[in-house]
Structure formats: structure tokens, C-alpha cells
């Protein structure tokens, strides 16, 4: 059964700074990962879609990186504005189509 | 991507009433889902749903609580049965195609409340 954790839980950082949020899952046998952002108390849009035969995917201020084999995923945000501020979710896939989330990191980017 | 649109955004309901959830998707998707996201809490898969078929619920989900509909490949709904503060949560859609390097996309939730 794939278990996916967020590092960290929360993080709170001044505008500007550059992060990384940090993804793990025990079955590296996926077809692919996908980041996703959360507003509070809203629905889920996606950031980013990784292959699992890519290493990289980037969108504007953001990368993310894939390391199958070791199942690890990062989500780097560069210089971060208070828009960013929300709940960011890892979910890889393996199967048809289910996907399995993570507990996700809570983000706080303050002006 | 495609868009899905997801209402109610939000309700409150008295415990042992039923609310049904709809989605609509612009375009033809093969597959949705839907999942539960119980306070601080991430998103749990509750049922596939398939055209012309019977969902498939996840353990711990039973058809009886949470029915759900797809008449065609661009409409569906869950309706939450019987229910009680234990059932308050966002709900969630989803839709994707079938093939498997394709992005899933989301509705916007319905933020449920039962006093």
C-alpha cells in the first residue's frame, strides 16, 4: 500500500525566499507524480505533472523533481510571494488513474 | 485541462437529511472520482465512477451511504445519505482520461456541514 508523506508540515517564511517542499512514497513503482495546491477550504488545482521517466518538470516559479527509485519528489518555489500561501499536496499514481495523496505542506509566505 | 464545475459550494444540514453533490465537466472524461477531505486531513478516494457501470467504492465506503450517479462522460454525483456531524468535510471531484500520463483535475469542493 503507498504511503506518501510532506516535509515539512508547516512553513512560514518572509517574502522572497526561495523553498523546497519535500515529497516521499514507499512504492516506487508509479507512472507519475503530480503536485497540486490548495486553498483553504477549496478545490484542488494542479502545478505540476511529472513522468516518471522525466527527472524535471517546471512552470514559471516552479520545478519539480523526480527520484522514482529512491521515491522522493521535490516542489522548489523561487522567490516566494504571498499568493503562494497555501496547502501544497504531492500525489503519485500507480494503477489506473488513483491517485494517493500526501498530508501535505502548509505554506505561509508573509509581505 | 479540463474544467469541472462542482455545486453546492457549501451547505449545512441537519443530521439524518441527504445532500446531493453535482459536477459537471466541459468536456468527455472517462474517468471520475470522488474523495472526502475530513478537517486537517488529507483526501481520501471514496468511489470510481464509471459511465454505464456501478462504482467502485474504496474500503470503508458503502453504496448505501454514499451513492453515486453517472449517466454520461460529462456528469455526475455523489449524494451523502443519512447524515451526521461524523459526515461534515469537503468533497471532492476529480476527472481524468484513461490514459495513465494524463493530469487529474479537480472541482472546487463542496464544504459540508452537519449540525
Known amino acids: 500500500k503507498q504511503e506518501v508523506t510532506q516535509i515539512p508540515a508547516a512553513l512560514s517564511v518572509p517574502e522572497g525566499e526561495n523553498l523546497v517542499l519535500n515529497c516521499s512514497f514507499t512504492d516506487s513503482a508509479i507512472y507519475n507524480l503530480q503536485w497540486f495546491r490548495q486553498d483553504p477550504g477549496k478545490g484542488l488545482t494542479s502545478l505540476l505533472l511529472i513522468q516518471s521517466s522525466q527527472r524535471e518538470q517546471t512552470s514559471g516559479r516552479l520545478n519539480a523533481s523526480l527520484d522514482k527509485s529512491s521515491g522522493r519528489s521535490t516542489l522548489y518555489i523561487a522567490a516566494s510571494q504571498p499568493g503562494d500561501s497555501a496547502t501544497y499536496l504531492c500525489?503519485?499514481?500507480?494503477?489506473?488513474?488513483?491517485?494517493?495523496f500526501g498530508t501535505g505542506t502548509r505554506l505561509l509566505v508573509s509581505p | 485541462s479540463a474544467v469541472i464545475s462542482q455545486k453546492p459550494s457549501r451547505d449545512i444540514c441537519q443530521r439524518g437529511t441527504s445532500l446531493t453533490i453535482q459536477c459537471q465537466v466541459d468536456?468527455?472524461?472517462?474517468?471520475m472520482f470522488w474523495y472526502r477531505q475530513q478537517p486537517g486531513q488529507s483526501l481520501t478516494l471514496i468511489a470510481t465512477a464509471n459511465q454505464g457501470s456501478e462504482a467502485t467504492y474504496e474500503s470503508g465506503f458503502v453504496i448505501d451511504k454514499f451513492p453515486i450517479s453517472r449517466p454520461n462522460l460529462t456528469f455526475s454525483t455523489l449524494t451523502v445519505s443519512n447524515m451526521s456531524p461524523e459526515d461534515s468535510s469537503i468533497y471532492l471531484c476529480s476527472g481524468a482520461d484513461s490514459f495513465y500520463d494524463t493530469e487529474a483535475f479537480f472541482g472546487q469542493g463542496t464544504r459540508l456541514t452537519v449540525v
Open positions: 468536456s468527455q472524461v472517462t474517468m
Open positions: 500525489a503519485p499514481r500507480r494503477g489506473f488513474q488513483k491517485l494517493v
